[in-house]
T-cell receptor
Framework: GENVEQHPSTLSVQEGDSAVIKCTYS??????FPWYKQELGKRPQLIID?????GEKKDQRIAVTLNKTAKHFSLHITETQPEDSAVYFC???????????FGTGTRLKVLA | EAGVAQSPRYKIIEKRQSVAFWCNPI?????LYWYQQILGQGPKLLIQ????????DSQLPKDRFSAERLKGVDSTLKIQPAKLEDSAVYLC?????????FGPGTRLTVL
């Protein structure tokens, strides 16, 4: 079946450093890729998304890049802060169904 | 814009008991999803509705789980009878297009 692989599963960075989380998808028809942040005990919150007609999208300290040929996309967080500590999930859509395939999550710890 | 609402937020039951969760999606969103999230894992889709019809329930354990969305708005998810392994957070999400928005979830503990 279709799947999304996400790496790394855990990531620790010093405050102020950058963090990069990578995902690879299998369905070449996927055309929408959201990223969710989930703090402990809270709901997943959409932080950024990208469509297949765009190679990169940026929102302040967060950016996402997409390589359709290689079927992978990455989340980049610059100037990390302690409040960035959370679990991050990537997802790829299953076109025509509004269904997502989620990655397995990355636990990011930003050390003060 | 109001978000996805869920209740209750927490529920503790004994195994073999029944439990029901309620979800009110964002107004106008035709698609509604129920996910199960076990601690330390990503959300697992249980069932997807488009208006009041089921689009995908391939991962719903139908011998004990049921869900309905009678008028194409609110939805309920029921577990009967509950097992220990059903302990998880049950997330409801809705979408009007590609983007899914999640509710706060119901944390179920089965003792």
């Amino acid at each position: 079946g279709e799947n999304v692989e996400q790496h790394p599963s855990t990531l620790s960075v010093q405050e102020g450093d950058s963090a990069v989380i990578k995902c690879t998808y299998s369905d070449s028809a996927s055309n929408y890729f959201p990223w969710y942040k989930q703090e402990l005990g809270k709901r997943p919150q959409l932080i950024i998304d990208i469509r297949s007609n765009v190679g990169e999208k940026k929102d302040q300290r967060i950016a996402v890049t997409l390589n359709k040929t290689a079927k992978h996309f990455s989340l980049h967080i610059t100037e990390t802060q302690p409040e960035d500590s959370a679990v991050y999930f990537c997802a790829a859509n299953s076109p025509g169904t509004y269904k997502y395939i989620f990655g397995t999550g990355t636990r990011l710890k930003v050390l003060a | 814009e109001a978000g996805v609402a869920q209740s209750p937020r927490y529920k503790i039951i004994e195994k073999r008991q029944s439990v029901a969760f309620w979800c009110n999606p964002i107004s106008g969103h035709a698609t509604l999803y129920w996910y199960q999230q076990i601690l330390g894992q990503g959300p697992k889709l249980l069932i997807q509705f488009q208006n009041n019809g089921v689009v995908d329930d391939s991962q719903l354990p139908k011998d004990r789980f049921s869900a309905e969305r009678l008028k194409g708005v609110d939805s309920t998810l029921k577990i009967q009878p509950a097992k220990l392994e059903d302990s998880a957070v049950y997330l409801c999400a809705s979408s009007g297009s590609d983007t899914q928005y999640f509710g706060p979830g119901t944390r179920l503990t089965v003792l």
